[in-house]
């Protein structure tokens, strides 16, 4: 019976042992967790910060491109119109109802091509020559005589995303 009672205390002492390293462990698992959902929260104001001064920052931009008197436009990096302002397509030659998110540039081309703002000439042909150039990427500025006497001067630069801007 001192061998049952030697072995029931041996099994208390334990299943004692087992709980006070579990009940650590339990802590140390709460304390990892508080310490992530700390930083989680620190990242997540971060990241709210950084939201409202982009959004900032893309209104001052809209505000600025909306109030320049030069017609203005950007592509991607797959030559569809992302960003224009209201003096776009009066400069450009073409309809105002003309200008929509993702409008490819042969679109814009071909219009412009069929209005006879590049003069006469084959419409598909020019829009594959004007292709052909803006794909070298090589944007500088150039001025240009409409068939009307006004004479515009476009001024392109690359976007660091592949796209380019048109004033």
């Known amino acids: ?12 002492a334990t299943i004692g042992s087992l709980l006070v390293v ?13 310490a992530d959902q700390a930083v989680l929260a620190a990242t997540n104001a971060q ?18 491109i909306g109030g320049m008197t030069d017609g203005v436009y950007m592509m991607d990096a797959q030559f569809r119109l992302v ?14 109802d003309l200008p929509r998110i993702g409008l490819p540039m042969e679109e814009l081309l071909r219009a412009q091509a069929r ?4 003069g006469a000439v084959d419409v598909d042909a020019e829009v594959t020559r004007r292709m052909a150039v803006l794909r070298t990427l090589r944007f500088g500025t150039t001025e240009r005589t409409r068939p009307d006497g006004r004479t515009i001067e476009l001024r392109r630069r690359g976007l660091p995303d592949g796209g380019f801007v048109t004033l």
């Open 1 to 12: 019976s001192t061998g049952f009672a030697g072995a029931i205390i041996l099994l208390l």
């Open 22 to 34: 579990e009940s650590a462990q339990t802590r140390a698992r709460e304390q990892a967790q508080a």
């Open 47 to 64: 990241l709210q910060v950084a939201k409202a001064d982009a959004e900032a920052k893309a209104e001052q931009l809209e505000a600025t």
């Open 83 to 96: 960003e224009w302002n209201a003096r776009f397509p009066d400069l450009a030659g073409i309809s105002p």
């Open 115 to 118: 209005s006879g703002l590049f």
